[in-house]
T-cell receptor, first 113, second 119 residues
Framework: KAGVTQTPRYLIKTRGQQVTLSCSPI?????VSWYQQTPGQGLQFLFE???????NKGNFPGRFSGRQFSNSRSEMNVSTLELGDSALYLC????????????FGSGTQLSVL | AQTVTQSQPEMSVQEAETVTLSCTYD???????LFWYKQPPSRQMILVIR??????QNATENRFSVNFQKAAKSFSLKISDSQLGDAAMYFC????????????????FGTGTLLAVQP
């Protein structure tokens, strides 16, 4: 069974641009959550989706948004990029929110110049 | 709000020896899960071991075991017979239990401990 797939692996953008990151969960997994990892703030929860509905959102500005499609694939979008948005963005999937075992992808490394 | 603290930014162990990584947490909830995740240079977070708060017995997974002290809100990871492949960043994480309707996969992570394994 394929693992969690995140694309692209690396991304370079400039301030003010917007970016879309993609996450394909493990087949059969319907819950997807996103995390931001930075050296300064560590790992922080962004949001969680289940059955195309956002169930939970972390403490991030409205520039950060996401969605989930009917096939459980998820995207997150960051608009008006700032230098501080440079981070590793990790996606994790599980069969459902009730299943506590998360499987993570290898992340998308975003650099904002 | 729940918090997770890892007070050891870096640790080192000799190959084949035993090392213990520390983690403390704060919560007012009675039911929750605790995890140790490993993040090697490949950046993928890998679940090492998990503990359900309502279970008294400490979890074990092969060479990995935990010492869960609920009253003290302590959750340490012991790695026995350390191997070179154990070198990685280790994160302690907390998750509320919740019922199905209220369950969430929001994890609260500690700041991590970088483990080096010396040959």
């Amino acid at each position: 069974k394929a693992g969690v797939t995140q694309t692209p692996r690396y991304l370079i953008k400039t301030r003010g641009q917007q970016v879309t990151l993609s996450c394909s969960p493990i087949s059969g997994h319907r819950s997807v959550s996103w995390y931001q990892q930075t050296p300064g703030q560590g790992l922080q929860f962004l949001f969680e989706y289940f059955s195309e509905t956002q169930r939970n959102k972390g403490n991030f500005p409205g520039r950060f948004s996401g969605r989930q499609f009917s096939n459980s694939r998820s995207e997150m979008n960051v608009s008006t990029l700032e230098l501080g948005d440079s981070a590793l963005y990790l996606c994790a999937s599980s069969p459902s929110p009730a299943n506590e075992k998360l499987f993570f992808g290898s992340g998308t490394q975003l650099s904002v110049l | 709000a729940q918090t997770v603290t890892q007070s050891q930014p870096e640790m080192s162990v000799q190959e084949a020896e035993t090392v213990t990584l520390s983690c403390t947490y704060d919560t007012s909830e009675s039911d929750y899960y605790l995890f140790w995740y490993k993040q090697p240079p490949s950046r993928q977070m890998i679940l090492v071991i998990r503990q359900e708060a309502y279970k008294q017995q400490n979890a074990t997974e092969n060479r990995f075991s935990v010492n869960f002290q609920k009253a003290a809100k302590s959750f340490s990871l012991k790695i026995s017979d350390s191997q070179l492949g154990d070198a990685a960043m280790y994160f302690c994480a907390y998750r509320s239990a919740g019922s199905y309707g209220g369950a969430t996969n929001k994890l609260i992570f500690g700041t991590g401990t970088l483990l080096a394994v010396q040959p």
